[in-house]
Every structure is written in C-alpha cells, then in structure tokens.
C-alpha cells in the first residue's frame, strides 16, 4: 500500500504560480511512476503530467507544457508540480498518483493509488 498527500493549492490570480508538492509512504517510493491529474467541476478527471521513476522523463498535457514542471526528489519521497503562468482554466482539485508502470501514463487507469486532491483557484 502507498499513501499519498497531497499540499500547496490556494487561490492565486492570473499569471500567478503554485507549487504542488505529493509527500509517499508505504512502499519504496522509487518503484512508482508519479503523475498529476486533476478535476474541475463538471468535467471529467485530466492527465497533467507524470514523470519516471528517477525523474529522467517526464510527459504533460499540451495546455501545460512550459507552465508547468513535474520534478521528483526520491530521497524525500515527494514529487512536485511547479507551476507557472496560471490561468482561470487551471482551476481544478489536483491529484497525484503512482503507478508501476509508465507506459501509457496518462491513463488514469494505470495508476493504482491516489491522493485525497488539493484545491487549486486561480482568478480572473
């Protein structure tokens, strides 16, 4: 089993930014694939981004990418998502997760715990 907890959201204005952070326990934390998803209300859950086991790859959505920066210290057993240049529609709960696998990481599917989600606000 793997516990994952999630801290950082807020409210922030436009062109803002937030830090994510997604603190493990239970299992070596090194094992798993991280990712990030979250969930406005209304719409379904999206992939954000995920990142390897020792961080040398990463994926992201394309709405996101060079806004945001998924980084994992394994020594610490937390993964982060910094991101920059917020937008209205980033606003959303955002979830890490963890998976064994990294193929088609960003299918909600293949990951196997989740967070509980931290609120992120970002105003117009």
């Known amino acids: 089993q793997v516990q994952l907890v999630e801290s950082g959201g807020g409210l922030v204005q436009t062109g803002g930014s937030l830090r994510l952070s997604c603190v493990a326990s239970?299992?070596?934390?090194?094992?798993?694939?991280m990712g990030w998803f979250r969930q406005a209300p209304g719409k379904e859950r999206e992939f954000v981004a995920a990142i390897s086991w020792s961080g040398s790859r990463t994926h992201y959505l394309d709405s996101v990418k060079g806004r945001f920066t998924i980084s994992r210290a394994n020594a610490k057993n937390t993964v982060y998502l910094q991101m920059n240049s917020l937008k209205p529609e980033d606003t959303a709960v955002y979830y890490c997760a963890a998976s064994e696998s990294y193929s088609n990481a960003a299918l909600g599917s293949k990951y196997d715990y989740w967070g509980q989600g931290t609120q992120v606000t970002v105003s117009s």
């Open positions: 239970g299992r070596t934390f090194s094992s798993f694939v």
